[in-house]
């Protein structure tokens, strides 16, 4: 199972991976673990990346792969740069705008925005 996007089904939040086991010898693991930014990407995204990554970072021959035009090709690659950003960015942001929220300076309309 890719635990890259795996949701809490009551408030939509990024569970986070807390027990790790051996597949050899069954040693566990249990802690706080963090995941990285590609990990936390789709695996439709993550092969994308890795597509790209083959191509050495030719959007021409990412095309060519995929089968799609260049300013599709090249659209999919801002998807995800956008989504890393965000995901590098970290919850400090978020909570950020959720003060704000709460505080009033700026409405639930902008909030949703920014999120």
Do not use: H
Request: glycine residues 6%; proline residues 5%; aromatic residues 6%.
């Amino acid at each position: 199972m890719d635990i890259g996007d795996v949701r809490c089904p009551e408030c939509r939040e990024p569970l986070n991976p807390e027990t790790c086991k051996c597949g050899k010898c069954g040693t566990r693991i249990t802690g706080e673990f963090t995941l990285s930014p590609l990990a936390k990407l789709c695996t439709t995204d993550q092969a994308l990346v890795i597509a790209f990554l083959r191509s050495f970072g030719s959007i021409k021959k990412l095309q060519e792969a995929l089968g799609v035009s260049y300013p599709t090709a090249r659209s999919r690659i801002e998807r995800i740069v956008l989504r890393l950003d965000e995901f590098m960015q970290g919850p400090s942001k978020r909570n950020e705008i959720l003060e704000q929220l709460d505080n009033g300076t700026i409405s639930f309309d902008e909030a949703v925005e920014r999120l």
